[in-house]
Structures are given as structure tokens and as C-alpha cells.
């Protein structure tokens, strides 16, 4: 008899990881067409996770229970939620690659929240994860000489972000190390009432952002129900859906430190996918400070206990 799991175990585990990067790599295009239709990222991420947390609770009712009964998994509906929101909302309006390569800040931010949130000490491999992280994103943000050429503020010649896109790729990626953080903290719990807890945050924080911009009038209200936006709505959700179970499964099967780097693929998904259907561009810029940013998330991934 076979001591561990097959090859071929393996390879499915990798596989579903894979469609997991595959999913959130190219959910800017059907958000983006979304868009078009008149509903506001935001509002259709809302909507979506709505779905996703019924259909968890009705699969799995003691879930329920467990996320009510459970503060710290409070903070794990915040933090997720606040990353699907910046995620999904920054994926929309801005450059794809960007703000998916601002996003894979993560391991610099996970050192940093690690130490406070888990009293984990900073070694030499975290600290190199904090300088190739901080490095990248320099050139990633670095103005252009254009831009440098006609600053006239100190701020406008250092490398900070300059969209709204920026900020929120940065603090999706900042939330989502929270989220992580938390998802170790709070390993011993139920993986039924974690997922939930994803996906309620989801719903809660962008259907609440959503519900402030429509009031201020700084976003439309969702437009009249209409089969092409509700059809794709539904169907986003059942792929969502899918990604969730992949990851759980995947992760759940793979060592903590190859599902890492299987999920990095993410940005390649993105890229790619941005380049050829006109959801951005990859200049030598980005993917220079790209390099350096997923080194960062690569030596993160590799770091024994990981």
C-alpha cells in the first residue's frame, strides 16, 4: 500500500489549484462586461457572494452557527471582504496587470501583520521578502518621466500609487495577508464556517460600499433586472463557487509552500489574458518590478513551515 497520496492525487490537487489562479486571474472580463451592462463591481460582487453564502448555508447550516458563535471569524469576513471588494473593484477600472502585480504585495505585508498579529520573529529570508516586495513595487509605481517632468509637489516625483486603481490593488493585497494571517490563526476551526465567513465578508463590505456610493451618487444603482446581466451573474457565482472548492481542495492535499507557488500563476493568467483582450499592457516597467515581486512571493512560498 502507497504511504501517501499518488501522483495522481497530486497532479489533480495541482490542477485545481490551477483553475482556482485561472478563475481570479480572468474575473476581470466578466466583471468588465458587467460593467458595461450597468452594474457597478461593487454591486455585482455583492450580489455574487450573496449567492455564493446561500448556497454554502443551505449545503452546510452549521456554518452558520459557527461564524455567529465565533468573533475572530468576524475579522476573517472583514479582511476577505475587503479584499474581494478592492480586488474586484480595481480589476474594473484600472490597468489589469498593475493592479494584480500591486496585489502580489502580499508577502511583504504577511511578514508584517505575521509579527503583530502572530508574534512571529523576522528572520533574514523575511526581511530579503520585505526588500524585493518594496523594490518592485518602486518600479512598478516609479512616475514616468513625463509625469516626473511636470510634477511640482515632492509627492508626485516618489513612488506612490496615483489611481484609485493603485490604492486599492495595494489595499487588496494588504487585506488579503490579513485574511491569510487569520486563516493560519484560526486553522483549528471548522473549514465549513471559514468559507462562509469568506464569503459573507465578500457580501457584506462591497454590497455596504456599494450601497454608500449609490446613496452619495458616486456609483449607479444596479439597473433593472435583465436576462444577459442576471444570466452572467449566475453563472460568475457557480464559478466562483468552483474556484473556492478548488483551492480548498487543492491546499488541502499539496504541501503549504508548492500551493504557494501554483497559485502565482494567477498573475501569468492575468497578464496574458489582460494583454489579449485589451485589459492592459505589459511594459518593461512592470515587468521588471514584477520580477522582483514575485521573487518575493517565490522566496515566501519556499521558506520551510511555510
Known sequence: MSAGPTQRAIRRAAWALVFNAFVWGTSWWPLRRLQDAGLHPLWATAII??????????????????????????????????TNAAFNWAIVIGDVVRVVLLFYLMPLWTVLLARAVLGERLTAAAALRIVLGAIGAAIVLWPPASSAAAATGLAALLPLPRSLADWLGVLGGFSFAFNNVMLRREASRPEEGRSLAMFVGGALVAGALAALLTTSGAAPAPPPPAWPWLALTGALTLVFLAGNLSLQYGAARLPANRTAVVMLTEVVFASLSAVALGGGALTARLAIGGAFIVAGAVLAAREPGH
Do not use: D, H
Open 49 to 82: 457572494f450573496t449567492l455564493a453564502s446561500l448556497a454554502i448555508a443551505i449545503a452546510r447550516p452549521r456554518a452558520c452557527m459557527q461564524v455567529l458563535r465565533t468573533p475572530a471569524l468576524w475579522l476573517l469576513v472583514a479582511a476577505a471582504g475587503l
